[in-house]
């Protein structure tokens, strides 16, 4: 499938918006995020699944500045055969989010339909979790994240604590894959940036990178919460700097001008680090 690529190599910021509104999704794709998400789940109603397919299709022809990614309705329910049926017979995107996704043979019948498509998947159930490393390790994979608000209501979650442990394991299972750090949930309440600006701290802190958001004044703000600050980005330079200073003498060890000791596994942070500064420079003001 054609692909439009990103004027960005990571994807921080993914901004939902319903397939029923091509001109908010267009206008979405200049609102600074890396990814649009073209929602046919969540955001439409069951009346309006089919027009929203058929404003779908209008608008994945389009040539945009950042990739769209379709959200298909979840395997099993009434739209996913129809959305799948639309979707392939399509030339125009590269990647589509499927929602409550629950074993690897899920993502397989999908991409069985569409061969090609990557796939960011969504957990949102207890047999999801339970077999997030068997997923994120499924050939097609992109990405993978967790649909927090639809989780915690399953396992009857109120304290958002408990969600912890459940972060981790994302993390590393992704890791493990050798797919990109989660993206961080969305943060539904649109009236909280501080809120919303202490969770990507968090995330960050966590191994996340970047965030789902739902509001294009989101995206400002989740970039700022995920952009290396000028303090990192020069213990970033003299990580890298150190321990190139270092090989030329034959040693992957060396040791920063704080004492701290660094060997070369820490340099793959470091590169990261400095690359994330180089993004956020590329960006439009």
Known sequence: MNAHRSRHDLVISALFCPANRPDRCLKATRSGADLVIVDLEDSIAPAGKAAARVEMQRLLVQRTAVPLCP???????????DDVEVLAASQHFSQVMMPKV?????????????PGVRVRVLIENAVGIRNMAAIAATDGVLSMGIGEADLASELGITDPKALEPIRVGLVVACRAAGLPAPMMSAYTDLNDDGGLVAACRRARGQGFLGA???HPRQVPLVVD???PGAAEVRGAQEVLATLAAAAEHGSSVAVLQSGAMVDAAMARGAQLTLELASQRSRRPT
């Open 212 to 214: 789902q958001v739902v």
């Open 71 to 81: 959200r298909i309705n979840a395997i099993g329910s009434p739209w996913f055969a």
């Open 102 to 114: 629950q074993t690897p043979d899920e993502v397989a019948a999908l991409r069985g339909r569409m």
């Open 225 to 227: 919460a995920f952009t």
